[in-house]
């Protein structure tokens, strides 16, 4: 069992090697465990359009053709489809494939696969079969991306029985979740955020796993909740932080890390304490994460609630591609800062 695990199951508030140690990049983080996943295991192997051309999706997939060989690191073909298939019958037969995506738009293309094949099989033979295969993303807005290049689709994947979500929003995350999704059983989809790449944080040279389904508090306080992952609640947490200096708010901060499995106790735990909640989300408002987990509190937590609860996502509607419309478009650290305090006045 490695020490994060340890941690998470005393039910620590914060992860001490997060505040000291070496800074390395968000896509180093990701590099190194692709890294010691590929040196330790030969079942594990990368496919992509563009794992192995000069941008080596966004750095991380970086120098491994060379590594490892065009037979473990290899561009693919426009067809979503027909290779996630390839995925699903290689994991199968054994194999511990990583398919990588610029964009998950492009997944939408692959649901048949996903939806259908991939997160069934192990329940439709008696579990004679797994499907161990890990399908990464890069979500995010940025440079006029435009509706069919920036969408945040987890919300639609939600209800999929069979499949994990994660989300990560910190380098150390990126780099134990993806130990423990190459490693895991089932199909696991990981959706980084682009922005997210951009940042620097303290992760330990060895290898090390985070526990899959667990959320971890990012700060404490007792004046409200708020939940999330990825490129929001790095958001809400900047916010939360700013207000903690100016107007001495404390929040709970959550960072769900994966969104399924959901880790409903550290919400309901948090929401009893604090009667106030806002859920916040890097897809659109209507249906999906939001909705979900303000129905987990109308379920189970509806007694805690001192105050509606505030959703922050997209609108529904199409992301606009010019920069002065992405701006209107897409929540920033001000919303959050404004939706925590209507949240506890």
Not at 284 to 291: C, M, N, Q
Not at 293 to 300: F, H, Q, S, Y
């Amino acid at each position: 069992m490695l020490w994060d695990e340890k941690l998470v199951q005393q039910n620590a508030s914060l992860v001490p090697c997060e505040t000291q140690g070496r800074s390395i990049s968000y896509v180093q983080a990701l590099h190194e465990a692709l890294s010691y996943k590929m040196e330790t295991d030969k079942s594990v192997f990368l496919l992509g359009q563009g794992v192995d051309d000069p941008g080596a999706m966004f750095g991380v997939t970086k120098g491994f053709k060379e590594l490892y060989g065009d037979l473990r690191v290899f561009d693919t073909p426009v067809s979503e489809e027909g290779m996630t298939g390839i995925c699903n019958g290689a994991a199968m037969s054994g194999m511990r494939p990583v398919y990588f995506h610029n964009r998950p738009d492009f997944l939408l293309l692959a649901f048949n696969q996903i939806v259908n094949h991939g997160s069934k099989i192990h329940w439709m033979d008696n579990g004679k079969n797994h499907v161990p295969l890990v399908i990464w993303s890069a979500i995010g807005r940025g440079w006029g991306s435009g509706p069919q290049h920036s969408q945040a689709i987890q919300g639609l994947l939600l209800g999929v029985p069979g499949i994990k979500i994660i989300m990560p929003s910190t380098p150390y995350d990126a780099k134990g979740l993806m130990i423990s999704a190459i490693e895991d059983n089932n199909p696991v989809l990981i959706f980084e955020h682009r922005w997210l790449m951009r940042r620097e944080g303290v992760v330990p040279k060895e290898p090390y796993k985070i526990p899959i389904g667990k959320g971890i508090l990012r700060q404490t306080g007792s004046d409200c909740t708020i939940v999330g992952t990825s490129h929001a609640i790095d958001l809400a947490w900047t916010a939360a932080k700013q207000l903690k200096q100016e107007r001495g708010i404390q929040a709970d901060v959550i960072d769900l890390r994966t969104l399924k499995p959901l880790d409903e106790n550290i919400i309901l735990e948090s929401v009893a304490k604090t009667g106030k909640l806002l859920i916040v989300d890097t897809g659109w408002t209507t249906g999906g994460v939001l909705a979900e987990i303000g129905c987990l509190i109308a379920e189970k937590g509806f007694s805690f609630l001192k105050k509606p609860i505030k959703r922050i996502g997209l609108p529904d509607c199409p992301s606009p591609a010019g920069n002065v419309l992405e701006n209107f478009y897409y929540p920033n650290q001000e919303t959050m800062k404004q939706a925590i305090q209507d949240l506890i006045k």
